[in-house]
């Protein structure tokens, strides 16, 4: 599975933004998908994770109930919609495939890595 984010750029701080993740290779329908995020001069960190059926999602308690995670698996995409964002949610986002139904917050766990999108948030 060969993945790419984009959508990130620059917003005010109570804004929104919306990331995509489009996939191409294998069967993405298979796969769920988790975002992560970089923020600068820290580790990367977990952020969400959808199932591969989209039944299921998972969220970091830092952006519960400001982000949501949908996929829409006819066009083979994930999204990462973004809500009242914060001056600390400025990152650079990755999205990441694993072939388990449910994974965890581990980065062990994703075995397909995109390349990032810088979210850059105002104040």
């Known amino acids: 599975?060969?993945?790419q984010a984009s959508g990130g750029g620059l917003v005010q701080a109570g804004g929104s933004l919306r990331l995509s993740c489009a996939a191409s290779g294998r069967t993405f329908s298979s796969y769920a998908v988790g975002w992560?995020?970089?923020a600068p001069g820290k580790e990367r960190e977990f952020v969400g994770r959808i199932s591969w059926s989209g039944i299921s999602t998972r969220y970091a308690d830092s952006v519960k109930g400001r982000f949501t995670i949908s996929r829409d698996n006819a066009k083979n995409t994930v999204y990462l919609?973004?809500?009242s964002l914060k001056s600390e949610d400025?990152?650079?986002y990755y999205c990441a495939s694993a072939?388990?139904?449910t994974p965890t917050s581990e980065e062990r766990e994703y075995d397909y890595w995109g390349q990032g999108t810088l979210v850059t948030v105002s104040s």
């Open 99 to 101: 072939s388990r139904s």
């Open 36 to 38: 992560f995020r970089r």
């Open 90 to 92: 400025t990152a650079i």
């Open 81 to 83: 919609q973004m809500n």
């Open 1 to 3: 599975v060969q993945l």
